[in-house]
């Protein structure tokens, strides 16, 4: 269920205390997440347009970790609007969106064939759609200190486990891509519905998908914080020195549980939510608070329409990727030898025909948003 609700985006447009810089930092998250997802060819990607192999963090691993940082705050604002509506209703709100993120996610994961023996069950809209679905109960139901107490819990908890937990049938202790516990969960509840590139795990696996939770919670509470600050009409220099000392404890505890975005370690995740947080700030002061708003319009568009984006690109790449010209050859390497890698370093190829895609994306994104048409799950 989608709903077309000019009204009520309108509304929010206009100056009555709507973060701008929450839609930039969205919407910019989406536009990188699908550059670096759609290269011309992926042997010729630079590293930081990739993700780490296995332990490490580049700029591309940021962009998960920002969209639960994001989740984390649209739960604390959208609640807000919500205090006066019966608990019922709000309860089926959550869990109808919930579900309906977790059946969009589990459509791209079967395009365009569908086999329901191998089809895979965890996925970027399901793991969004858990932690939703979590943080919206939790913001509404408990405290600050209680959700403070439980990411300490969540971190400290899933450490133990992946690093001083052996998994049945292992003779030692090897935090390793096939043998830690993260991917022996994995391999034993999901078994055949896990990403094939990886199996027998999955990077949006059971286990997890704890510390991710974590990644929501920490943009709950920066929204607490941000709300406050606003309330009181002052600038906020809480959140630099609040990232800066998550990304200090990260790389603290980076040495004995190495920040790693496919066991979404708790380093990782202090790490990621720490440059969450900064980028949150200097979106804030340049775009709220000092009014320079006419760099956010390009990214607007792509933050207001993130899921039907993010749905478009993975439909198109998934599309000329199996439209087979001939043995071997699809549409999108006839693309890319012909139109890009004819004149151009297979780099520069591979990199063009990405921003290429995500303007091609951006066009009927930015169509919508200028005739107010937005989307919206649930």
């Not at 992946?162 to 935090?175: A, V």
């Not at 286990?207 to 939770?213: E, M, N």
């Not at 370093?345 to 005739?371: C, D, E, N, Q």
Request: hydrophobic share 45%.
């Amino acid at each position: 269920y989608v709903s077309f609700d000019k009204n009520e985006f309108m509304a929010e447009q206009l100056k009555n205390g709507r973060i701008t810089s929450i839609d930039f930092m969205r919407g910019l998250t989406v536009a990188f997440m699908i550059f670096v997802n759609s290269p011309g060819s992926w042997d010729y990607v630079y590293p930081w347009f990739a993700h780490a192999k296995w332990n490490g963090c580049t700029p591309t691993d940021l962009v998960f970790p920002f969209f639960l940082f994001i989740v984390g705050l649209s739960v604390y604002f959208s609640n807000t609007s919500t205090k006066e509506q019966a608990e019922f209703k709000i309860i089926c709100r959550f869990l109808k969106r919930a579900i309906q993120l977790f059946f969009i996610g589990l459509l791209i994961n079967g395009f365009p064939f569908y086999h329901l023996s191998t089809l895979r069950i965890p996925g970027v809209l399901q793991r969004i759609s858990i932690v939703f679905l979590v943080c919206s109960f939790l913001n509404r139901y408990t405290s600050r200190s209680f959700q403070f107490i439980l990411i300490l819990v969540l971190l400290v908890g899933y450490w133990v486990l992946i690093c001083f937990t052996k998994p049945p049938g292992m003779y030692t202790l090897n935090p390793e891509p096939t043998t830690n516990l993260s991917a022996w969960v994995d391999g034993y509840l999901l078994k055949n519905h896990v990403w094939t590139q990886t199996k027998p795990w999955d990077p949006e696996g059971v286990l997890s998908t704890l510390p991710a939770i974590a990644s929501g919670l920490i943009g709950v509470l920066t929204a607490s914080s941000l709300q406050q600050v606003r309330e009181k009409k002052r600038s906020i220099y809480e959140l630099p020195i609040i990232g800066i000392l998550l990304i200090l404890l990260g790389i603290c505890w980076n040495n004995i549980f190495p920040i790693n975005k496919n066991l979404w370690s708790s380093s990782y995740v202090l790490y990621t939510s720490g440059i969450a947080q900064f980028v949150l700030w200097i979106s804030y002061r340049v775009i709220d608070e000092q009014g320079y708003k006419n760099i956010t319009k390009p990214f607007l568009a792509f933050g207001n329409n993130a899921i039907t984006a993010y749905i478009i690109s993975e439909v198109l790449e998934a599309s000329w990727n199996v439209i087979q010209l001939k043995e071997s050859y699809s549409l999108k390497v006839w693309v890319f030898d012909h139109c890009f890698a004819s004149w151009l370093s297979p780099y520069g190829a591979s990199h063009l025909m990405a921003f290429v895609f995500t303007g091609i994306i951006y066009l009927p994104i930015y169509w919508m948003y200028k005739r107010r048409i937005f989307i919206k799950i649930g």
